[in-house]
């Protein structure tokens, strides 16, 4: 009761400040917001979708391979009807009841129409670039949460795909950066992007979760040198790129969060830039830093969660992978620990009078 | 803090609803709490130093040990992790600090206790991963867990006393089947779920947070889950003895759960045991089936979407009767 209190409140001085020019359909948002009241967001029930689509899907691509195998054309026809139904079901229906049923569907639709096309002897090339155009065709026609997050994923996926199956592995750090800049733009930006258009506006938490799982499967890529082995060298390339983005995303914050003298803005600037340097033959380590501050800054808890869990990774993963004794590790895990401690005792008094304004 | 912000969800529906600017729309999520302003940034420093410093530094202090240095001299070796144990314990007892403070210090002089056993073994070749070794380290952070009132640290406990169990069964040759041991774990943590809860009721512990009691269920329920499956595919070879008592000590453990997730309006326990109960429905269905034709994929398939679907929609509705208006 008390939210909505609250959301009267904001409504009021919202008509108050902008009046008429603001042209509120009350109506509308009543209407969404009891829907909204009522529907459970919790973490729990997507997650319960998901692994419910995933699981069906796993099972229903057994039934496919035992069944239909030696038919193609029945497998693209069935593949076709899969992605197909996932699109209009979700489309049809707001409510996340049926997500389970939309997931599996429509990820057993790519499968199964990959596999077709595969033993239809198409290239590789032009299957992905099919599955492609359905990612982007996807969103243009649903506006439902998961099939959007999905479509973004797959839409990383399959340019990933084209890239591999090229050969063109540097290629890699293009699509990590522009993945890197479009969810910090995405994340940033917020306010321009759900203002701008309403069917934006309704897309936008898939989109922003969606680019947030697609840098951090790239990030695994680049991070884990099992995955990569030596197809993909000049790793600075990328973390050069994300560092300048979290450059521009500490200015950003000194600038939002008005930050009262110029010693402390240099402060900033210099301790941000005493953590990075060290990370510049790590992308993986430095997408994480960018996932942590862009999710802590915009108040986004699956990012911020997603984002120490990959820190923790990543940095585990890097020392495990350096080619020094454990002395050598040692000693530097303690200069960068020792490093840490000072400057949170030097800047402790700082910042306890910041934390209580 | 105390009085329930504007999510933004809500601002993204007015925002749909109307022509809101967007700079409007950017000062609203500064000042509903949900951007982070400058204190909550100080905070986030505050915190990522001290937790980063902690943790490179034990991290550091746990590679120098593994590296074994010969030319130094066991009792140095033994005397840098005491010393470090000492200095660290120091800090907790006698600094004035914030307690949140105290309490990631407390769980890195925790991590070093396990460094100290680990050193101890290695100089005296004990063998560093027997049981002894995680028995050790449990027992010696038990009173520092208990009275940390430190979430993390209970966790880290816990998970001590898991591994502690798991090998003990392993090294000393009890060599239980893999569902007598998932049982057992079940029950311990089961147990520490209801200990940590009513200590928190006498209010011995003054703080328990969510997440502590749904890691331990979370945990609880995966080792019955795969307990109960491993014993539907092994119980032709290994008697059905140990499959029921697990089922028994799910179904009791799972209604008790239930019923607390619905008095106490919690919809976790309703979304994992579920889950749990369909995983070994799914597992059934497989065994009693016994043949891989397309038909038994398909019917599983069907069954998990289904049953997933109906779950979904029987929360959903139990939320509604909770907290919808109408």
Known sequence: METINRVDQLLEKLGTEHGEQLQLNRLEIDKE?????????????????????????????????????????????????????????????????????????????????GIAMAQMQYSENFITGVLLAVAIITPCITSGFMLNFFSVLMISGCLFTLI?????????????????????????????????????????????????????????????????????????????????????????????IDVPDERSKILIYIMGCLVLLPTIFAPAICGSLLIIFLSYSIGHRTGLIMGIMALVYFTGQYYYDLDYTLLVKSEIMLASGALFLTAWFILKKQLKRYEQN | MGTPRVTRNVIHIISRQSKW??????????????????????????????????????????????????????????????GLVIATICVVLFAKIQPVIKQIILAGASVLVGVLFAVFGQIYQTGADAYDFFLGWTVFITLWALFSGFAPLYLIWLLLVNITIVLFNNQVGLSWPANTICLVLFAVNVSAIVIAQLLYRIKVINELPGYFTKLVALGAVCCITIGIVNGIFDHRYTGAGILGISVLAAVVVYGAAVYYAITNKSLYFLCIIPVSIIVIITTWIADITRDDSGAVYLLVSLFVVISITVLVKGLITLNKSWHGNN
Not at chain 1, 72 to 86: D, R, S
Not at chain 1, 204 to 230: D, E, K, P, Q
Not at chain 2, 46 to 55: E, K, P, Q, Y
Request: glycine share 8%.
């Open chain 1, 164 to 256: 591999n199956v090229n050969d063109a592995y540097q290629l890699i750090h293009v699509l990590t950066v522009v993945v890197a800049i479009g969810y910090t733009y995405i994340s940033l930006f917020e306010a321009d992007l759900i203002a701008g258009n309403p069917e934006l506006n309704n897309r936008y938490m898939a989109w922003l979760n969606g680019m947030l799982f697609s840098f951090i499967a790239l990030l695994t890529y680049l991070g884990v040198r099992g995955l990569h082995y030596h197809a993909l060298e000049n790793l600075y390339v990328s973390a050069i790129v994300i560092i300048v983005v979290i450059g521009f995303l500490l200015h950003h914050v000194v600038r939002a």
């Open chain 1, 33 to 113: 917001l009891k829907e909204d009241a009522h529907t459970y967001k919790g973490l729990g029930i997507k997650l319960l979708s998901i692994a419910g689509g995933l699981l069906g899907t796993a099972f229903f691509l057994g039934f496919v391979f035992l069944s239909v195998a030696n038919s193609k054309e029945a497998q693209l026809v069935l593949g076709i009807l899969l992605m197909g139904g996932a699109i209009l079901l979700n489309k049809a229906s707001k409510s996340t009841i049926l997500d389970a049923a939309c997931i599996g569907c429509y990820l057993a639709g790519y499968a199964v129409t």
């Open chain 2, 21 to 82: 600017p967007a700079k409007d729309i950017e000062n609203t999520l500064h000042d509903e709490g949900i951007y982070a302003d400058r204190a909550a940034w100080a905070r986030f420093t505050d915190i990522a130093l001290l937790a980063l410093g902690v943790a490179f530094s034990v991290a550091g202090v746990i590679f120098f040990f593994a590296y074994n240095w010969h030319n130094l001299h066991k009792f140095v070796k033994l005397g840098i992790v005491q």
